[in-house]
């Protein structure tokens, strides 16, 4: 089976800092890789798609990229909303694997 | 405006079933693969089931393989998880969730809380 290892786990920050989250993969794997945002109390929110495209209406601070084992979610200008968990996730037909998370955190 | 509710959680003694109810709205729903994800409480996301939009195939976690099964009526536009033999560790919040080409999901529910506890 494949994991999905997320790092770091917990990310000190502070607003208008560039953030890189890491996504790795126990084995290479295709680019339908998801990344989602979760804030205390809600639902999960997708924001990047196939591993680059960026969810309609996401702001386009928001990005990702990557292949092979390895994918990473960045935040090029960190704002106050954007404090929260955030999640991989990678799909193979037909199953889903979540990262384990990576909480941003006031710094 | 695309929608997903679910309901039908609640408290539940361990060996007991629930069956949790997903009402999509503002979309197609015949027309879209459906999950159901969870979360127990201070964890992390699990996926748990899958369904086709209309040829019946599922697919589901090892975690809840033969205690848990998911279907679907498109006439009513309504998502199911049936839920027997629960465990502790079945305590979560439970999400339907919009499946999309290339396996992202694109619209969640808000959840429904199932505590099971004696």
């Known amino acids: 089976d494949i994991q999905m290892t997320q790092s770091p786990s917990t990310l000190s920050a502070s607003v208008g800092d560039r953030v890189t989250i890491t996504c790795r993969a126990s084995q290479s794997i295709d680019r339908y890789l998801a990344w989602y945002q979760q804030k205390p109390g809600k639902a999960p929110k997708v924001l990047i798609y196939?591993?680059?495209s960026l969810e309609s209406g996401v702001p386009s601070r928001f990005s990702g990229s990557g292949s092979g084992t390895e994918f990473t979610l960045t935040i090029s200008s960190l704002q106050p909303d954007d404090f929260a968990i955030y999640y991989c996730q990678y799909y193979y037909p037909y199953f889903w694997v979540f990262g384990q998370g990576t909480k941003v955190e006031v710094k | 405006e695309e929608q997903l509710v679910e309901s039908g959680g609640g408290l539940v003694q361990p060996g007991g079933s629930l069956r949790l109810s997903c009402a999509a709205s503002g979309f197609t729903f015949r027309s879209y693969e459906m999950n159901w994800v969870r979360q127990a409480p201070g964890r992390g996301l699990e996926w748990l089931l899958y369904?086709?939009?209309?040829?019946?195939?599922?697919s589901h976690a090892d975690s809840v393989k033969g205690r848990f099964s998911i279907s679907r009526d498109n006439a009513e536009n309504s998502l199911f998880l049936q839920m027997n033999s629960l465990r502790a560790e079945d305590t979560a919040i439970y999400y339907c969730?919009?499946?999309?080409?290339?396996?992202?999901?694109?619209?969640w529910g808000k959840g429904t809380t199932v505590i099971v506890s004696s």
């Open positions: 369904i086709h939009s209309g040829d019946g195939t599922t």
């Open positions: 196939q591993a680059s």
């Open positions: 969730a919009r499946v999309r080409w290339g396996g992202h999901m694109d619209v």
